[in-house]
């Protein structure tokens, strides 16, 4: 059933997304992200966190805030930004990266094509920070998923998507694998 109501949003938004190239799509896209990231910010304090790890074996973001209180989601990732070469890279296009991570990233591609949109296809592009959450707002909607984080490491930052937030006063339960790879491994690919 799920997997029908899926189909039919993810149908619906392809045909608001081949009007006008996307243009009204990613406008769309934009302002929905707007509101979700503010319902995000007022609720679990998104924006507010004290540190966040990323456990790239099981897909599970972690953040760290005040009291002890933590908050864990499934991610996917959309892609990674260079900061010195000023170059977004898309999450399909990291040989690296495991293919159950970049799903989110591959609806973004396929929508892309759909609509001749050359940002979309391109594996890497030179851009600025702000051009990224446009592609950030198309891949959350085309996703249905629930938040998009951009993560900050050195010289990179990860653009995630996010599925349900669960807010946990118990942080030993929700601390994540210290042996995993850290995320920053991927823009190296």
């Known amino acids: 059933m799920l997997k029908k109501v899926l189909t039919a949003i993810r149908h619906l938004f392809s045909r608001i997304a081949t ?18 990231n503010k319902t995000h910010a007022d609720g679990w304090q998104l924006g507010k966190e004290q540190g966040w790890s990323a456990d790239m074996r099981k897909g599970v973001i972690v953040f760290k805030f005040a009291k002890g209180v933590t908050g864990t989601a499934h991610f996917q990732v959309i892609g990674t930004y260079d900061e010195i070469g000023k170059r977004f890279t898309w999450g399909w296009a990291h040989a690296s990266l495991d293919a159950a991570f970049k799903e989110h990233a591959n609806l973004a591609r396929q929508w892309g094509l759909d609509n001749q949109h050359p940002s979309f296809m391109a594996k890497s592009i030179a851009c600025s920070l702000e051009e990224i959450w446009d592609f950030a707002a198309v891949t959350n909607a085309l996703a249905s998923s629930k938040a998009v984080y951009r993560g900050h490491a050195g010289t990179k930052y990860i653009f995630l998507t996010m599925g349900e937030m669960v807010i946990e006063t118990n942080v030993a339960a929700s601390q994540p694998n210290a042996d995993a790879p850290h995320w920053s491994a991927i823009a190296k690919s």
């Open 19 to 36: 009007s006008d190239s996307g243009t009204e799509f990613i406008a769309y896209a934009r302002t929905k992200l707007t509101e979700q």
